[in-house]
């Protein structure tokens, strides 16, 4: 038996709680659009990076910033969001994120200089913070069973689209307004989208769980949010840098095991001393699946976000294409993601991890047949050669990340699960800026040797194979667990 069928098993349930809420799925409709919009932002830039440039008359390394700069304080921010979320009420986070997000998204547009674009997105990244932890707390406190997992499925389905169709939106944007006016409206459009988002989760959205309540009497963990967000910062910085080119943040990476340690040690402190903990960190053991989840999203973020950025830069620097154009050899991704993510969602309470280690493999045989068959083209060719294996890493992708989701949080209590959330998708995060910084480092070091751009490519497109294969030995691993268990394959 699972916790989602025990109402009173890891605490934090209430008889209110029990029955559903008949407004669940619009409840979720809107803050799957808020969270469409804010995990957008995180690639709709990489097509338009050359127009930034021309436009403020920047460097190549200023201009990357306004991408990581993003990804850095997103990363930072989640896990207090998720907390934040889980003791003062999911409507009031949303409210506060999305007012920050579209004054930050009108400063960048609006921005004179790249200085302030830089801090701009350093604020729109924050507030993207506090958003996305909220969608799968609120999936959490709202569903049970089988209808968790197709909720997790909606909630998949909008990271992986979102991702894969920043590119080709942006692509829109730049071809249609021009590339001055162009990537301006990229940040632009979120004002008046997110306007009328907040109309929709004012009226809609719960506000706090009798949970959050008692949590929102106790006091915040300040110090284990410092810790934390110490040893994300000491991993984010240095990769988001290298992105740049920059090498001397690189001597922050030795605090990152030095300060997530004091955060374990605090948070198991706190817990002794009877107080409310920024994460109880005692679900990395305690609770099954959980551990192995993030690791699985991790590793597949660092694995298949980098493709989107080598893919962008080989098209328009190496071939020649437009934004446009470049966004849309993405799409075979999209669309495949679109498809498989919600029939994945509905699959995994039947399946269980099984569906994830199936989906990483189709991954990998997409990302493979690419790197393999993209130096066969000539160069208005390429495109042509490489739109079935991406529909078909799309399949894949789109069935990873809501079964991932679903079984690593499914037996995570109520009361924590904007947190718990919060720390898979900082995980996501880490994976993102480690998988853009390592798939360019192979990309421009093997293209520096004086190889032709397409093997340079299939360098970078084999090393994110790599990853996704270790991604898939995690998951085997949770697989193999599930089955000694002998738990239902949905896990809730």
Sequence with gaps: MT??????????????????????????????VVGFMSLLDVT???VAIPSIRAGLETSAATAQW??????????LVLVSGGRLGDAYGRRRLMLIGLGAFIVSSAAVGFAPSAELVIVARLVQGASAGLLTPQNSGLIQDLFRGPERGRAFGLFGFTVSISSALGPLIGGVMIQLLGPEIGWRAIFLV?????????????????GRTPDAR????ARLDLPGAALLGGGVLCLLYPLVSLEGGALRPLVLLPGVPLLLAAFVWWEHRTVRRGHAPLLDVTLLRRVPGYANGIGVGTLYFTGFTGIFLVLSVFTQESLGYSALAAGLVLTPFAVGSAFSSPVAGRLVSRLGRTITVVALVVTIGGVVAVAL???????????LLVLGPLLVAGLGG?????PNLTLTL????????????GAVQTGQRIGSALGAALLMTVYQVVLGSGVEPARALSAALLTAAAVLLCALALAAVDLRAERRRGAPAGRG
Aim: aromatic share 6%.
């Design 214 to 217: 008692r949590a929102g009497r």
């Design 3 to 32: 916790s989602t069928d025990h109402p009173t098993r890891a605490g934090a349930q209430t008889p209110g709680e029990e029955q559903p809420d008949p407004r669940r799925w619009r409840i979720l409709a809107v803050t799957l």
């Design 190 to 206: 979120n004002v008046p989208i997110g306007l009328v988002a907040m109309v929709f989760v004012a009226r809609l959205v719960p």
């Design 410 to 421: 499914s037996e995570v209590p109520p009361r924590m699960g904007g947190a718990a959330g």
């Design 398 to 402: 789109g069935a990873v990340v809501s």
């Design 44 to 46: 709709i830039v990489n």
């Design 373 to 383: 068959l993209a130096p066969l083209g000539s160069d208005d060719r390429v495109w």
């Design 66 to 75: 306004i991408v990581s700069g993003y990804a850095l304080t997103f990363g």
